[in-house]
T-cell receptor, first 113, second 107 residues
């Protein structure tokens, strides 16, 4: 689903670095999501934003900090990550509500050294 | 939380063969989606199908919500169909994925 754009596509960072993942959609969707996917596993929900407000946090460690500056943008700020945080991070959006389909970006493949 | 189980976990097909993938879920849901994740990690929407039957080219899907299962049917498979097929169900705003079916289509 190329209507959700994620940058960067790949990111390698050390455990002491601070970096951010970016997600953008211009479909007028009002719900946005972050998922984490480890190798050979299904995606797992991390955060849900609804109308730019955080509505679900699936007990994610505080070294992951989401931000929704406006209805089109979703960021994930990373700080002091661990090697086990290496994964594919997927962003998704949906019009709003559980009856609407979610559209996924191509993901950011993150490696922690 | 809701449980989503997919079968089979792995499938190897010869090009041109047909196959049926199954998704069982443990509770009533508002939404069900089928995705194909290609070898590059892209998660591609195949169907949004909370109930009924839909077809798109060689693919079709059927969801029987009252019996809590969905089927994805792939006909005349091609090597480009290889990858992992996920079903995912929504309760509220939370999308829960099944474990996936890993499909390899051999030429």
């Amino acid at each position: 689903d190329t209507e959700v754009t994620q940058t960067p596509k790949h990111l390698v960072m050390g455990m002491t670095n601070k970096k951010s993942l970016k997600c953008e959609q211009h479909m007028g969707h009002r719900a946005m999501y972050w998922y984490k996917q480890k190798a050979k596993k299904p995606p797992e929900l991390m955060f849900v934003y609804s109308y730019e407000k955080l509505s679900i946090n699936e007990s994610v460690p505080s070294r992951f900090s989401p931000e929704c500056p406006n209805s089109s943008l979703l960021n994930l700020h990373l700080h002091a990550l661990q090697p086990e945080d290496s994964a594919l991070y997927l962003c998704a959006s949906s019009p709003q509500g559980s009856i609407q389909p979610q559209h996924f970006g191509d993901g950011t493949r993150l490696s922690i050294l | 939380g809701i449980q989503v189980e997919q079968s089979p976990p792995d499938l190897i097909l010869q090009e041109g063969a047909n196959s049926t993938l199954r998704c069982n879920f443990s509770d009533s849901v508002n939404n069900l989606q089928w995705f194909h994740q290609n070898p590059w990690g892209q998660l591609i929407n195949l169907f949004y199908i909370p109930s009924g039957t839909k077809q798109n080219g060689r693919l079709s899907a059927t969801t029987v919500a009252t019996e809590r299962y969905s089927l994805l049917y792939i006909s005349s498979s091609q090597t480009t169909d290889s990858g992992v097929y996920f079903c995912a169900v929504a309760l509220g705003n939370m999308l829960t994925f099944g474990g996936g079916t890993r499909l390899m289509v051999k030429p």
